[in-house]
């Protein structure tokens, strides 16, 4: 039964893509950012370092120059300045200034700022002989500027400084531009990488929302429902895995469904059988001497049939919760299979059936076995053979040592076994076609002992070209404490 497509438009598993807006796309939002911030910075101090640069040069080269006129006088040095200020070319982007040696200025290319007191950093250092520039905001008009001022000797004495000043307003404007195309480059970038992510989680998250409520559904008792498998990845394996599960489940519903059916019908024959005799005997306890022997043997054998089906349930039950343990000894297992061959045997010759035993021409040694747990196998085994294969007559049980294992075969002469169904007589609770009588969980309670033995037990067809069954029995040969040599 496929689940509706329409889940897949209604389901939404957000912790999912929580994990992945945290663990994905927040990572690359944050190293976008930082590339954006580093960029941006980057380009800021090439903009600041290359106008101080340029300003540096210049100022180095006009100061030089401007000493280089052999000024010897104070009218001559001033008349010099106004000159070089007034023929200024650059007025526009730079503003030259003139400053005496107490920090005001005398002329500027810039003439409102004549007779001002800048009072920044670069002018105190240059008055003092060296070369500096200052960057930040102008204590004046409030503007960030840039400037670079240069001593100015006559004598080898500062006479006054040379100042180049500009403002930073189209360096900020260019890093702003610069910063705002990098921050959008970086929203594309973001914005392409969440849309692939987006569309990749979804492809992860709906299918897994579609697997989710599959699973919910199985376990609230939908068993046996289906999803519609489209993918060819890790998700369509997980699809196959869920409807795989789903049908196994289905099957194993419906098996132990059977079984309780099964159950209760087995045990509700022989206690109706019991109840019946029980009472029939009470009414009349010294009746018929023959009815009265009939009914105590029926009684008997309903009460041994109802033992054995208790004494599997119970043995099933310790399989399952891992307490099924053996009891290991040195047992002459030859020895036991004919002991329970000569308990059934007089049984089956009252129903019709022959059982024909070939034993090894060869003495076959004891072994370290659970001997009981042993006898339980071969007797299921014969009364299976019985009851599935008995309208054949004859049941041929053969033993051997073949190599270091004795090998022991039990052979019906019935329909034989459904070649569908091989795969699965040795699962619990599975009756298959068979009408016989039986709770469906003796042979998974053989192969169990058996393989606890360190053997193997196999069901399988005649392949003689006979009719019938053949259920294969092949037990190590070892002693306690160790494996015998050949």
Not at 81 to 99: C, G, H, M, P
Request: aromatic share 8%; charged share 25%; proline share 4%.
């Amino acid at each position: 039964m496929p689940i509706p497509g329409t889940i897949k438009r209604t389901l939404r598993i957000r912790g999912l893509r929580q994990r992945w807006l945290v663990s994905a796309v927040l990572p690359i939002v944050l190293l976008v950012m930082v590339a954006v911030a580093v960029f941006t910075i980057a380009s800021a101090q090439y903009y600041y370092n290359s106008m101080r640069s340029g300003l540096e040069s210049r100022a180095r080269l006009a100061a030089e120059t401007f000493t280089g006129y052999g000024v010897k006088s104070y009218s001559e040095y001033y008349r010099l300045a106004s000159y070089s200020v007034e023929t200024f070319e650059e007025k526009d982007q730079l503003e030259l200034q003139f400053v005496n040696t107490n920090g005001r200025v005398q002329v500027s290319s810039y003439g409102l700022t004549a007779g001002t007191r800048p009072d920044t950093s670069d002018i105190a250092t240059a008055i003092n002989g060296t070369m500096d520039y200052f960057q930040g905001r102008d204590p004046q008009t409030g503007e960030n500027i840039l400037s670079v001022s240069s001593p100015l000797y006559f004598n080898a004495r500062v006479v006054g400084v040379l100042r180049y000043v500009t403002s930073m307003r189209a360096v900020e404007h260019q890093i702003l531009l610069n910063f705002l195309m990098s921050a959008g480059l970086a929203l594309l970038v973001v914005a392409l990488t969440v849309l692939s992510n987006a569309i990749f989680i979804n492809n992860v998250v709906e299918p897994v929302a579609v697997v989710s409520d599959a699973a919910r559904r199985i376990s609230g008792g939908s068993y046996g429902i289906r999803i519609d498998n489209h993918y060819q990845d890790e998700l369509g394996e997980l699809v196959d895995n869920i409807n795989d599960m789903s049908l196994k489940i289905s099957q194993a519903e419906k098996i132990q469904q059977e079984f309780v059916s099964s159950v209760s019908h087995e045990l509700r024959t022989p206690l109706t059988a019991i109840n019946g005799w029980a009472e029939t005997l009470e009414v009349d306890p010294v009746g018929n001497p023959e009815q009265t022997r009939r009914g105590l043997a029926i009684i008997g054998k309903e009460s041994r049939r109802l033992t054995t089906m208790v004494e599997e349930l119970l043995d099933f039950t310790k399989i399952q919760d891992g307490r099924f343990t053996l009891r290991i000894d040195t047992v002459d297992l030859v020895s036991e299979l004919e002991d329970m061959i000569y308990a059934y045997r007089e049984l089956f010759r009252q129903e019709g059936i022959e059982v024909v035993y070939t034993p090894d021409d060869e003495e076959i040694p004891p072994v370290a076995a659970d001997g009981e747990r042993m006898k339980q196998v071969f007797g299921n085994v014969l009364d299976n053979a019985s009851k599935h294969g008995g309208a054949g007559k004859r049941i041929d049980v053969t033993a051997a040592r073949e190599e270091n294992s004795i090998v022991i075969r039990v052979r019906d002469y019935g329909p034989g076994i459904p070649p569908e169904e091989l795969p699965f007589v040795k699962q619990k609770f599975y009756k298959g076609s068979s009408k016989a009588r039986g709770s469906g969980i003796g042979l998974a309670v053989c192969d169990e002992i058996v393989r606890l033995h360190g053997g193997t037990f196999d069901v399988a067809n005649a392949s003689d070209g006979g009719r019938g069954a053949v259920v294969t029995i092949t037990i190590p040969v070892t002693v306690l404490g160790e494996s015998e040599k050949e």
